[in-house]
C-alpha cells in the first residue's frame, strides 16, 4: 500500500496491442481498490474499482482482476491507443475516504 | 467550468513563508478530500471534510498544516513556515456521496519552496 521508491515503473506497447499493469498492495484488509489515470499536469482520473468480494469486473476497454491471496491487482486494457499514454495508480481502501495510493506506472503507447 | 477548481495553479515560496491554497468543490459535494503527491510518487492522503467538519486528518498533517471547510463549500489549505520538504501537488477533489472512487480531482496546487 504505501508509496515507495522515486522510479516509476514503465511499460512500452504499441498501439493497438493490450497493456496489463500490475499492482500489489499491502494491507489483506482492504476491501476496495481503485485504479486512477493521470495525465501529466491533471490529477487523477478515476477508471474503474473493485470490491474484495469479486475477483475481476470489467469495463469499457479496461477490465481488473483482483487476487487476494497474493495481495494482487491489474489492469488489463484493451486495443491501447495513444490516449492511454499516462501515469497509473493503483489504490486500496478498507472502507471509504481514505485511499492509499500505489507509486504508479507509466504507460508508453508507440504509434 | 464546473469541475473541481484549485488555485493558485502554481506557487513559489521562500522557506519559512506562509502559503495558503483554496479549492472549490463540484457545487452539491459534501465531501472534500485534500492530498499530496511528491515527483513519482502516488497521492497521499491529508484530511477529509464531510460538509464543514473535518472528520479524518493524516499524521502527515503537521501542526504547521491547517485546513478549514468553514461554510462547507470552498476549502483552504495552510501552511504555515514552509520547509523545502512541503514542495510537493497538493490535489483537491469531491465527492456528492460515497468514497474517492465516485470523487472527481482538480489539477492540484504545485507548490515550490525555495
Known amino acids: 500500500g504505501e508509496s515507495v521508491g522515486l522510479h516509476l515503473p514503465t511499460l512500452s506497447v504499441q498501439e493497438g496491442d493490450n497493456s496489463i499493469i500490475n499492482c500489489a498492495y499491502s494491507n489483506s484488509a482492504s476491501d476496495y481498490f481503485i485504479w486512477y489515470k493521470q495525465e501529466s499536469g491533471k490529477g487523477p482520473q478515476f477508471i474503474i474499482d473493485i470490491r474484495s468480494n469479486m475477483d475481476k469486473r470489467q469495463g469499457q476497454r479496461v477490465t481488473v482482476l483482483l487476487n487476494k491471496t497474493v495481495k494482487h491487482l491489474s489492469l488489463q486494457i484493451a486495443a491501447t491507443q495513444p490516449g492511454d499514454s499516462a501515469v497509473y495508480f493503483c489504490a486500496e481502501s478498507t472502507g471509504g475516504f481514505k485511499t492509499i495510493f500505489g507509486a504508479g506506472t507509466r504507460l508508453f503507447v508507440k504509434a | 467550468d464546473t469541475g473541481v477548481s484549485q488555485n493558485p495553479r502554481h506557487k513559489i515560496t521562500k522557506r519559512g513563508q506562509n502559503v495558503t491554497f483554496r479549492c472549490d468543490p463540484i457545487?452539491?459535494?459534501?465531501?472534500l478530500y485534500w492530498y499530496r503527491q511528491t515527483l513519482g510518487q502516488g497521492p497521499e492522503f491529508l484530511t477529509y471534510f464531510q460538509n464543514e467538519a473535518q472528520l479524518e486528518k493524516s499524521r502527515l498533517l503537521s501542526d504547521r498544516f491547517s485546513a478549514e471547510r468553514p461554510k462547507g463549500s470552498f476549502s483552504t489549505l495552510e501552511i504555515q513556515r514552509t520547509e523545502q520538504g512541503d514542495s510537493a501537488m497538493y490535489l483537491c477533489?469531491?465527492?456528492?456521496?460515497?468514497?474517492?472512487?465516485?470523487?472527481?480531482f482538480g489539477q492540484g496546487t504545485r507548490l515550490t519552496v525555495v
Open positions: 477533489a469531491s465527492s456528492e456521496t460515497g468514497g474517492l472512487s465516485e470523487a472527481f
Open positions: 457545487s452539491e459535494h459534501n465531501r
